[in-house]
């Protein structure tokens, strides 16, 4: 079994509900979310790059989301890219995120479970 683990992270939090959906259109489920900060963000004057750099670091907002899921399923993980890549123009724009992908050599836990749901959702 080959499986990958797909790295997405936002520095704007309203466009987080679409690359969810993104995934969900990819048939990868159970991702991870988590609010994180840039390393410019934490370094702030203390960081020795040259001005240009520093002033896209300087625009940094304080929080990210990471995004994260694993599949068993590369073509998935290709789809997803593919979308998130057309989503965001490839990332192009300074400051606006990344995504990557990488090998998962070894996992435990991974695959379906039947957990509990820990929110009332409502019913069509």
Same mark, same amino acid.
């Given at each position: 079994?080959?499986?990958?683990? *797909? +790295?997405? @992270?936002?520095?704007?939090?309203?466009?987080? $509900?679409?690359?969810?959906?993104?995934?969900? &259109?990819?048939?990868?489920?159970?991702?991870?979310?988590?609010?994180?900060?840039?390393?410019?963000?934490?370094?702030?004057?203390?960081?020795?790059?040259?001005?240009?750099?520093?002033?896209?670091?300087?625009?940094?907002?304080?929080?990210?989301?990471? *995004? +994260?899921? @694993?599949?068993?399923?590369?073509?998935?993980? $290709?789809?997803?890219?593919?979308?998130?890549? &057309?989503?965001?123009?490839?990332?192009?724009?300074?400051?606006?995120?990344?995504?990557?992908?990488?090998?998962?050599?070894?996992?435990?836990?991974?695959?379906?479970?039947?957990?509990?749901?820990?929110?009332?959702?409502?019913?069509?």
């Amino acid at each position: 079994m080959e499986l990958q683990a *797909i +790295f997405i @992270v936002l520095s704007s939090s309203h466009r987080l $509900e679409r690359v969810l959906n993104i995934l969900v &259109e990819s048939e990868i489920r159970g991702a991870t979310i988590m609010e994180t900060t840039g390393m410019g963000q934490i370094l702030g004057d203390n960081l020795p790059v040259i001005g240009s750099l520093k002033a896209i670091l300087s625009q940094q907002r304080e929080h990210n989301h990471t *995004i +994260f899921a @694993v599949s068993k399923h590369p073509e998935k993980i $290709e789809n997803a890219m593919k979308l998130i890549s &057309e989503e965001f123009n490839g990332f192009k724009e300074p400051c606006s995120g990344m995504v990557f992908v990488v090998p998962v050599v070894r996992a435990m836990g991974f695959g379906r479970k039947d957990c509990p749901q820990r929110f009332d959702t409502a019913e069509d």
